[in-house]
């Protein structure tokens, strides 16, 4: 217990103050960009004439990497370091969207948004799993500085649409790109800086770091998948995947979807709100599990979000399309910031990092098939009523699945040895009394 305290009481408040502001401004530039693709979406369609579930597909395949790469990237983070892979992310970042500015064809885009999704996978996840380091903030105040600094990403969700929305009034998508791609470069500068000041007189981490560092092949490999053989993690992924699939679409369907069948030009403002209450969420939620479990809150989420993907079609007007946002964005946020907490709730602390990485890999996968599925339909059928009918239904599936999860951590939590049972161990002592051990040995008896 006293290593514990001693460990949790290595930072300051400065330094702790420097991680949420490091992991804050990350969450305005990757969540930005992450939930601005249905803005390009419709420049790109416009400029190139490409199909729907074409252009789908490839923000689809960039989010699918951005998912998938966040589980090495977990599991490497305290091998590599925090600074250094932010530092190498922030690099990639850069050079994917300076490449796709210069993109020749739709083809290219395909081939480098790969590229993206794994640079902003490292950026973000040491970003977030830094805040669940050792020592780094206090337990009482760790639900505050995640919802604090995840709540970049609501802000990051607004900013980031809107001048994207104004770049292309004046603009190629090439050329806002390029524009985004030099303030992302300053913002994520001032967060490596942080980040180095906050973690720069831990010594601890520095030596866990340097011995950890030395990769073992197949054990590491062992070590890796690990997880997958525990049956509570294995319905937490289940229920992931099934969210996955729906997540995504109204982020990049909705714009086209508002301006195609209903006819409202409001790009701006549904984008606008999906962030504001997406910051607002995640900055609530944080507050709301100091006293109510994440995986309570989590539940009201997945349950609230499939309702109301459901519900979508039925928005006909440019009201119920802000109403649709407001929740579908609190949701969404609500989730950014809870599936950490889920993770430090059901499993050890000190493997955040690894298995919230691993958590991202059926998101992933959702968030390739959804969109692109969306897409196949509307392409097919000229209209998106029954996609989104199916894509909220697959997240309502999600819900009895994340309760046997929840169900399967109060069975293993149930009392299994007798030591915790007073009764059963009296009992058991009365059957099989105390050994002497000179009983057992009487030349020694005798000797003695």
Known sequence: MSEVQSAESLFSGWQQACLIVASFVVQVVVMGLFYSYGTIFAALKADTGDAASTLALMGSIRDFVFQLSTAPAGFLVHRVGFVRMAAIGTALLLFGMLADSYAPSSHFLFMNCGLVGGAMAMIFTASVTVLYGPGHISRSFLPVAVGLASSGGGLGTVVVNLGLDLLLE????????????????????????????????????????????????????????????????????????????????PYTHLVYYSETER????????????????????????????CVKPSRLMLLVLLAQGTSLICLPFCDDAAELWVFSAIYGCCSGGRVVLLSLVVNELFDSQRVAHLYGLASIPIAVGTLLGPTFVGRVYDLSGHYDGAFFAAGGIVLVAVPVFCLAIFCRRSIEKPSSVTEVPAKADHLEQIVPPCDPSDEFPDVKSQL
């Open 263 to 290: 006819g409202l030009e409001m790009s701006g403002e549904l984008t606008s709100l999906l962030g504001i209450s997406g910051a607002a969420a995640r900055l609530c939620f944080g507050l709301f599990s100091t």
């Open 170 to 249: 004046s603009f190629s998508w090439r050329g806002a790109l390029r524009i985004c791609c030099g303030a992302f470069g300053l913002l994520l500068l001032v967060s490596v800086v942080a980040l180095w000041y906050g973690l720069r007189h831990h010594k601890q981490t520095k030596e866990v770091t340097s011995e950890s560092r030395e990769l073992r092949s197949c054990s590491d490999v062992r070590e890796f998948l690990q997880p997958f053989g525990d049956l509570q993690f294995l319905l937490l992924n289940a229920a992931l995947f099934l969210y996955g699939i729906g997540f995504m679409v």
